[in-house]
């Protein structure tokens, strides 16, 4: 009788998803038309992984004033990153990434910690890396190195869990082709136990633009 008065008044407990930019939502699926960066293989370090993409984690990143940043990570080793200015509708969407990590390790002391995330590490105007030649494109016109930009990542993962995650980023690009860039995101993590001790990872990350037009979401 409970669940036919619950039916009857609309008062379901089936949870409906937190629905983001274009409806991306957790456990969805997504497809990419990647035809273009195949025929840039040879010039692309980054290789994406398919075509068909399951959401297995989502984020929030609020930059204040209007502008937000949502990541959907895949149950593989990339995510796609949505940058939005005054709300979520298609016209607020300012870019576009699919993020893949070439590489990620942990960190146990704090010195190294400190390290990584210097200036002198992760702010440099240029950075030669995997044989490539990257220009800084985050705070372009500040001369020097500079401190990495702070971005706090709200979690949610599949199973309900979420946490916290503070992002200490650097952004580089390089042009493989006309009107094709390459990015390389720089990115040491902090976040904290159930005992509220430290962790850390570093990690690197290469990504391309990805029009809407080759965007398609499922579910």
């Not at 502008?67 to 959907?72: A, D, E, K, L, N």
């Not at 860039?181 to 990350?205: H, I, K, M, T």
Request: hydrophobic share 35%; aromatic share 12%; net charge negative.
């Amino acid at each position: 009788m409970t669940s036919f008065l619950q039916r009857l008044f609309g008062k379901d407990n089936t949870c409906v998803p937190v629905r983001g930019p274009l409806g991306l939502h957790l456990n969805c699926g997504f497809t990419l038309d990647t035809l273009a960066f195949r025929l840039l293989d040879d010039e692309l370090l980054v290789t994406l992984p398919g075509e068909e993409y399951t959401v297995a984690a989502i984020s929030h990143i609020d930059l204040g004033g209007g502008s937000q940043i949502f990541r959907y990570y895949t149950s593989g080793d990339e995510f796609l990153q949505i940058s939005t200015t005054g709300g979520m509708d298609t016209d607020d969407i300012e870019d576009i990434k699919l993020l893949v990590y070439a590489e990620s390790y942990g960190i146990n002391q704090e010195k190294h910690w400190r390290s990584v995330i210097s200036p002198e590490s992760i702010g440099t105007p240029t950075l030669s890396w995997e044989h490539r030649h990257w220009q800084r494109f985050f705070n372009r016109e500040e001369p020097g190195n500079i401190e990495p930009v702070y971005m706090l990542e709200k979690v949610e993962n599949e199973q309900n869990a979420k946490w916290d995650v503070h992002n200490f980023t650097m952004g580089y690009q390089r042009q493989v082709a006309e009107g094709t860039w390459e990015y390389l995101l720089l990115n040491g993590e902090e976040s904290f136990n159930d005992q509220g001790e430290p962790e850390w990872v570093f990690s690197r990350a290469l990504g391309v633009d990805i029009p809407l037009t080759s965007l398609n979401i499922i579910g």
